[in-house]
């Protein structure tokens, strides 16, 4: 039994527990060469079609941490590039904010990796949404709103927040597998 003071260590249970997708989406979307148009072309509007699902998911619960959308910043750079983004894809982490946090430490964590990737984006491409960071101490912040979260909660609540960041990182890699692969 759980000392209902204790604090589970969300974050990190999540950064182990998704190793393997969060691998299975790096491999992913490695396949494609960012300083190539038509690739970074790719990348964009696969992470459209997921990010338009996953944002419209978790902006309907107010109880998440707080987070900014960058939706918009996506949708600008596909514009830029004169190109239409994709239907969302179906999207369904789970019906509890538990789940919608899951998914939230996904989608924010990818913003990490955006800082990484925009340095092998070609000369002259939109970066919004690659180059849009957290602000200074915010990933922190979000991570310790996650642990505060765990608090008191069961080894349930804490499958239920694996089960939604599984999910989100699912739906990135099909998201990766519905546009063509460049040869």
């Known amino acids: 039994m759980l000392n209902p003071s204790a604090v589970v260590p969300v974050a990190s249970h999540l950064r182990t527990i998704t190793r393997a997708a969060h691998d299975t989406v790096d491999a992913a979307f490695s396949r494609l060469d960012l300083?190539?148009?038509?690739d970074y072309a790719r990348f964009l509007l696969a992470h459209a079609a997921a990010t338009a699902a996953v944002e419209a998911v978790l902006s309907g619960d107010p109880t998440l941490p707080r987070w900014r959308p960058r939706l918009a910043l996506l949708q600008n750079d596909l514009a830029t590039l004169e190109l239409a983004p994709p239907p969302p894809l179906p999207f369904d982490p789970g019906g509890t904010?538990?789940?919608?946090?899951?998914a939230l430490y996904v989608l924010e964590g990818s913003r990490l990796g955006g800082a990484v990737l925009v340095k092998r984006v070609y000369p002259g491409a939109p970066t919004a949404f690659l180059s849009a960071r957290h602000d200074p101490g915010e990933w922190r912040a979000f991570l310790r709103a996650m642990d505060e979260r765990?608090?008191?909660q069961t080894p349930d609540w804490l499958d239920t927040v694996a089960c939604g960041a599984s999910a989100c990182f699912a739906l990135y890699t099909a998201s990766s597998q519905a546009l063509p692969v460049p040869h």
């Open 97 to 102: 904010s538990a789940a919608r946090l899951g």
């Open 150 to 152: 765990g608090v008191g």
């Open 35 to 38: 300083a190539d148009r038509a």
